[in-house]
């Protein structure tokens, strides 16, 4: 184990995560002890703390933000939906919340460093130039990443809804929806994380958009075909739901189908021109980077 | 108070709702203007140190602390001379422990495992009160100081770490907390209450304890309700809520968050059309409406509407027997473990020092 070793930090904040959803589900289901409530929070903070220092590393790696392969971009979503949770923790007890963020972050890491071929060392090979040339495309990339973090929390907080809605509808008592967060707190709490969201979202097309007038080599009409769907995909939700015209189960499913469509479209979308001279072109990540 | 500690023992002498159905215990049980007279005439039995009193609507105990050599059957005698009851009749009704018994049954009524309600909190309120007025009157020493702290704090034990109080079994609390899980803080819901039966005097009573201040009431008369026998407009003025004409619900319906009706009209009062039209006025916020009726006063279809949450009383007794159900579960297993903290509390109680004087005498035939 190498704790300079930016691999090694992520694996063992994926596991930090793993055990914060079993002591998370633990305290929440099992046993009142506080000490299982207070190790769930411990082993976010801990896992954090860990993906933080191992995305650093990875950053002096390749001298830039880590978003140049699937495993960097999914452990930077990962990151921010830990950072969006710790931040609304510090307002509300969230811990059912918590354990389902951890759950996320840590099965999607795993998954992410059990694929070797998500981490290819892209910065080893002898054409590799700075992953971001622009400081300004490097902004772009990271606020479009962290939105999708909160986008993951907003699917998490939707899953919630419609399982509570679901308890609530079956008319038994269920061992979730006592501890899940009522129904309506819960359609709040998505209506602002999609505002948050949209409001990043369209801040990083705003600044991708503006490297883009002046070099429109560097992205494919693909990408930006799904990058402004996606966009729009979350403004026309956002606006629904703020008209009262979609709300409800039709609006929890509705934010996580984008949600799922947002994370397949990452391993679709290549950002770099192909026929772009290679030299000239700094390599961004792929979709609404 | 004796200075020997070592030689003292404890004694309960009880009639609860395990023994006693109301009738009897309305006989055993001490009226209020009577229990200066009973704790005066209970701290002078001779060899007994320390008393005090648990007088509920569902039990009366008599717990005493005493000097070797005193008999329980004092007690006894004392109880039915004061009540006037034959001794025998008495003998049938109660039961006796002493010892670490008493600690054990001690325990299990201030967890609520022994009430008739298992699980349920009042039980250990009523204690407290019981102690503190004990200690008021000076009857209460060093061993049912003891024996009560530790008992209260059995009881945060098996709260705490059993599921003994986990879900709701009252009618009125199960709605409470379906509403607490639609819309969070039952006390921010308003809920308009239509007719004034005793599921709805319960929901009401219930939800006015969560602090809901926006009670409403209607009635198809103000004159008499025949579920209740109330008036609706006395039972809005009882939880400080409001009377509704009958003639305006209909059009009021989007202003209320819970709707509950439970009448004996035998018509639909509240149609699937009026419920669509109350939210298209409030489209993304949920409606809760109970039926409490039979027959039923809510059209079925009403569920289909989205963001509506309909139940009816099968519903939320089904919830209610799930919750018991699951609260019985757990009584065994607190049950065990109460046994195992009594025998070690005894033990430090008498300091290992005088042999076990853990005779439990029931008097009742079976229990």
């Given at each position: 184990m190498n704790f300079n070793e930016a691999r090694d930090l992520l694996w063992i904040a994926s596991i930090f995560y793993v055990f914060a959803v079993g002591f998370g589900f633990a305290s929440t289901f099992f046993s009142k002890n506080s000490f299982c409530k207070q190790a769930t929070l411990l082993a976010i903070v801990f896992g954090f703390f860990l993906q933080t220092r191992g995305l650093y590393l990875r950053g002096l790696e390749i001298s830039g933000c880590p978003l140049g392969n699937n495993l960097e971009r999914i452990q930077f979503i990962t990151w921010s939906l830990i950072l969006t949770f710790l931040i609304l923790r510090l307002l509300w007890k969230l811990n059912l919340l918590g354990s389902l963020c951890s759950g996320m972050a840590g099965v999607f890491g795993i998954i992410s460093l059990i694929n070797g071929q998500w981490d290819h060392p892209y910065w080893m090979e002898s054409t590799y130039q700075r992953l971001f040339s622009d400081p300004w495309i490097e902004l772009h990339a990271s606020i479009a990443i962290f939105s999708y973090g909160i986008f993951a929390l907003l699917a998490i907080v939707s899953g919630m809804y419609l399982i509570q809605r679901k308890s609530l509808l079956s008319k038994k008592s269920g061992i979730w929806g006592t501890f899940l967060p009522p129904i309506h707190d819960l359609d709040h709490s998505a209506f602002r994380l999609l505002l948050v969201g949209t409001l990043f979202l369209t801040l990083s097309i705003v600044v991708g958009g503006m490297h883009w007038v002046h070099h429109p080599e560097y992205v494919t009409s693909f990408k930006l075909f799904i990058t402004l769907l996606l966009w729009a995909g979350y403004c026309i939700l956002f606006f629904l739901r703020y008209s009262n015209r979609l709300f409800g189960s039709k609006f929890a499913k509705s934010a996580i189908s984008l949600f799922i469509v947002a994370i397949v479209s990452m391993g679709f979308v290549?950002?770099?021109?192909?026929?772009?001279n290679i030299s000239s072109i700094p390599v961004q990540p792929r979709n609404g980077q | 108070m004796g200075s020997n500690e070592y030689s003292k023992s404890l004694h309960v002498l009880g009639s609860s709702h395990h023994i006693a159905d109301l009738a009897v215990r309305e006989k055993i049980s001490l009226p209020q203007d009577k229990i200066d007279e009973f704790y005066s005439g209970l701290s002078a039995?001779?060899?007994?140190e320390e008393c005090l009193l648990l007088n509920t609507c569902n039990r009366t105990e008599i717990y005493g602390a005493s000097s070797n050599g005193f008999s329980p059957d004092l007690l006894h005698k004392y109880l039915s001379d004061f009540r006037e009851i034959d001794p025998d009749f008495l003998s049938k009704h109660s039961y006796r422990h002493s010892g670490e018994k008493v600690v054990r049954h001690l325990f299990e009524v201030t967890s609520g495992i022994?009430?008739?309600?298992?699980?349920?909190?009042e039980i250990l309120g009523q204690v407290k009160k019981a102690y503190e007025d004990a200690c008021d009157r000076n009857v209460s020493g060093k061993m049912l100081n003891r024996l009560f702290q530790k008992g209260f704090q059995a009881a945060k034990w098996a709260r705490t770490n059993t599921g003994i109080s986990k879900g709701q079994v009252n009618l009125g609390n199960v709605l409470c907390e379906l509403a607490r899980r639609i819309f969070g803080k039952v006390s921010n819901s308003r809920l308009l209450v239509i007719g004034a039966g005793e599921v709805a005097e319960s929901a009401m009573e219930a939800f006015r304890s969560r602090g809901s201040q926006a009670i409403t009431v209607t009635g198809r008369t103000f004159d008499w309700c025949p579920l209740s026998r109330r008036k609706p407009d006395e039972l809005a003025e009882k939880f400080g809520g409001f009377a509704l004409s009958f003639s305006k619900y209909q059009e009021s319906l989007h202003h209320f968050d819970v709707i509950l009706t439970s009448t004996a009209s035998g018509r639909s009062l509240i149609s699937a059309s009026a419920v669509r039209l109350a939210m298209k006025k409030r489209p993304s916020k949920p409606l809760f409406l109970i039926d409490a009726s039979v027959p039923r006063n809510i059209d079925e279809s009403v569920a289909k509407v989205d963001n509506v949450f309909l139940y009816n009383m099968d519903d939320v007794s089904l919830i209610a027997n799930e919750n018991l159900k699951s609260r019985m579960a757990e009584v065994e297993r607190c049950r065990n473990v109460l046994s195992k903290k009594a025998v070690r509390i005894w033990e430090q109680m008498t300091h290992h020092a005088i042999p076990s004087t853990s005779v439990s005498q029931s008097t009742a035939s079976s229990s």
């Amino acid at each position: 184990m190498n704790f300079n070793e930016a691999r090694d930090l992520l694996w063992i904040a994926s596991i930090f995560y793993v055990f914060a959803v079993g002591f998370g589900f633990a305290s929440t289901f099992f046993s009142k002890n506080s000490f299982c409530k207070q190790a769930t929070l411990l082993a976010i903070v801990f896992g954090f703390f860990l993906q933080t220092r191992g995305l650093y590393l990875r950053g002096l790696e390749i001298s830039g933000c880590p978003l140049g392969n699937n495993l960097e971009r999914i452990q930077f979503i990962t990151w921010s939906l830990i950072l969006t949770f710790l931040i609304l923790r510090l307002l509300w007890k969230l811990n059912l919340l918590g354990s389902l963020c951890s759950g996320m972050a840590g099965v999607f890491g795993i998954i992410s460093l059990i694929n070797g071929q998500w981490d290819h060392p892209y910065w080893m090979e002898s054409t590799y130039q700075r992953l971001f040339s622009d400081p300004w495309i490097e902004l772009h990339a990271s606020i479009a990443i962290f939105s999708y973090g909160i986008f993951a929390l907003l699917a998490i907080v939707s899953g919630m809804y419609l399982i509570q809605r679901k308890s609530l509808l079956s008319k038994k008592s269920g061992i979730w929806g006592t501890f899940l967060p009522p129904i309506h707190d819960l359609d709040h709490s998505a209506f602002r994380l999609l505002l948050v969201g949209t409001l990043f979202l369209t801040l990083s097309i705003v600044v991708g958009g503006m490297h883009w007038v002046h070099h429109p080599e560097y992205v494919t009409s693909f990408k930006l075909f799904i990058t402004l769907l996606l966009w729009a995909g979350y403004c026309i939700l956002f606006f629904l739901r703020y008209s009262n015209r979609l709300f409800g189960s039709k609006f929890a499913k509705s934010a996580i189908s984008l949600f799922i469509v947002a994370i397949v479209s990452m391993g679709f979308v290549n950002s770099k021109d192909r026929n772009a001279n290679i030299s000239s072109i700094p390599v961004q990540p792929r979709n609404g980077q | 108070m004796g200075s020997n500690e070592y030689s003292k023992s404890l004694h309960v002498l009880g009639s609860s709702h395990h023994i006693a159905d109301l009738a009897v215990r309305e006989k055993i049980s001490l009226p209020q203007d009577k229990i200066d007279e009973f704790y005066s005439g209970l701290s002078a039995l001779p060899g007994l140190e320390e008393c005090l009193l648990l007088n509920t609507c569902n039990r009366t105990e008599i717990y005493g602390a005493s000097s070797n050599g005193f008999s329980p059957d004092l007690l006894h005698k004392y109880l039915s001379d004061f009540r006037e009851i034959d001794p025998d009749f008495l003998s049938k009704h109660s039961y006796r422990h002493s010892g670490e018994k008493v600690v054990r049954h001690l325990f299990e009524v201030t967890s609520g495992i022994d009430s008739q309600m298992v699980g349920e909190t009042e039980i250990l309120g009523q204690v407290k009160k019981a102690y503190e007025d004990a200690c008021d009157r000076n009857v209460s020493g060093k061993m049912l100081n003891r024996l009560f702290q530790k008992g209260f704090q059995a009881a945060k034990w098996a709260r705490t770490n059993t599921g003994i109080s986990k879900g709701q079994v009252n009618l009125g609390n199960v709605l409470c907390e379906l509403a607490r899980r639609i819309f969070g803080k039952v006390s921010n819901s308003r809920l308009l209450v239509i007719g004034a039966g005793e599921v709805a005097e319960s929901a009401m009573e219930a939800f006015r304890s969560r602090g809901s201040q926006a009670i409403t009431v209607t009635g198809r008369t103000f004159d008499w309700c025949p579920l209740s026998r109330r008036k609706p407009d006395e039972l809005a003025e009882k939880f400080g809520g409001f009377a509704l004409s009958f003639s305006k619900y209909q059009e009021s319906l989007h202003h209320f968050d819970v709707i509950l009706t439970s009448t004996a009209s035998g018509r639909s009062l509240i149609s699937a059309s009026a419920v669509r039209l109350a939210m298209k006025k409030r489209p993304s916020k949920p409606l809760f409406l109970i039926d409490a009726s039979v027959p039923r006063n809510i059209d079925e279809s009403v569920a289909k509407v989205d963001n509506v949450f309909l139940y009816n009383m099968d519903d939320v007794s089904l919830i209610a027997n799930e919750n018991l159900k699951s609260r019985m579960a757990e009584v065994e297993r607190c049950r065990n473990v109460l046994s195992k903290k009594a025998v070690r509390i005894w033990e430090q109680m008498t300091h290992h020092a005088i042999p076990s004087t853990s005779v439990s005498q029931s008097t009742a035939s079976s229990s």
